[in-house]
């Protein structure tokens, strides 16, 4: 899966950390990165993406096909 994480759009509340913490860290100025995509579930950072408050993560599958947000 390919995840991005929109800075613009990242207000650092850390609920994707929370949820995936292999997988997203905050960097220093409080804003979600990814860090591992490969280092948890599909389900587990389709969750963290889904419960980001500003709804920055998005989540592709390898084929490009975009599983999260929906459109």
Do not use: N, S
Not at 30 to 39: L, R
Not at 47 to 63: G, Q, S, Y
């Amino acid at each position: 899966m390919k995840i991005t994480v929109d800075r613009a759009k990242c207000e650092g509340y850390a609920k994707c950390v929370q949820a995936a913490p292999k997988v997203f860290q905050l960097d220093k100025t409080m804003i979600a990165e990814v860090i591992d995509p490969k280092a948890d579930t599909d389900e587990r950072i389709l969750l963290a993406a889904r419960i980001c408050p500003t709804k920055a993560i998005a989540v592709h599958e390898e084929a490009g096909k975009k599983l999260y947000p929906p459109d």
